[in-house]
């Protein structure tokens, strides 16, 4: 048994909305009882509209429980959690990088303490203490 051109009429609207993800009597989750709803026609009615029911499972192959704006929104997680990935591997590279620049300026540093004192005559090259102010 068919439907009537005004139920197949209800029905593709409400398809539409849904699709497009703006329900207006439903939560808009991609489901034959929210098709029904949406529709405002019975959900046996929704079985019988064969046609309707073929064009849904083409663009719905099973229920979503999710609505168009939950999908989105776990889509944006996605994307943001991926750019938080990176973000993180960045500044772990930018980390090792700044070790090692503290590194080499602590050995310059030590370096250079050893360089002022050895030419002032007041200690031996290598050895460590107070520095002493440059002239000049």
């Known amino acids: 048994m068919a439907v009537s051109p005004a ?8 398809m539409t909305r849904l699709l497009a993800g703006q329900p207006q009597r439903s939560d ?7 098709l029904a709803r949406e529709a405002g026609v019975s959900h046996a009615t929704v079985h019988r509209a064969t046609d309707v ?3 849904w499972n083409a663009h719905v192959p099973h229920s979503i429980k999710r609505t168009p704006g939950e ?3 776990d889509d944006t997680i996605t994307t943001l959690r991926a750019q ?11 980390q090792g990088q ?6 080499v300026t602590a050995n310059l540093y030590a370096e250079n303490l050893a360089l002022r004192r050895h030419l002032q005559g007041r200690t031996p090259a290598g050895t460590h203490g107070e520095p002493t102010p440059l002239r000049g």
């Open 71 to 73: 999908r989105a929104r």
């Open 84 to 94: 938080l990935t990176r973000a993180r591997d960045h500044a772990r590279e930018l």
């Open 53 to 55: 029911l073929t064009e």
């Open 28 to 34: 808009g989750a991609l489901t034959k009882e929210n």
């Open 98 to 103: 700044l070790d090692a620049l503290a590194t």
């Open 7 to 14: 139920s197949e009429a209800k029905l593709r609207a409400a």
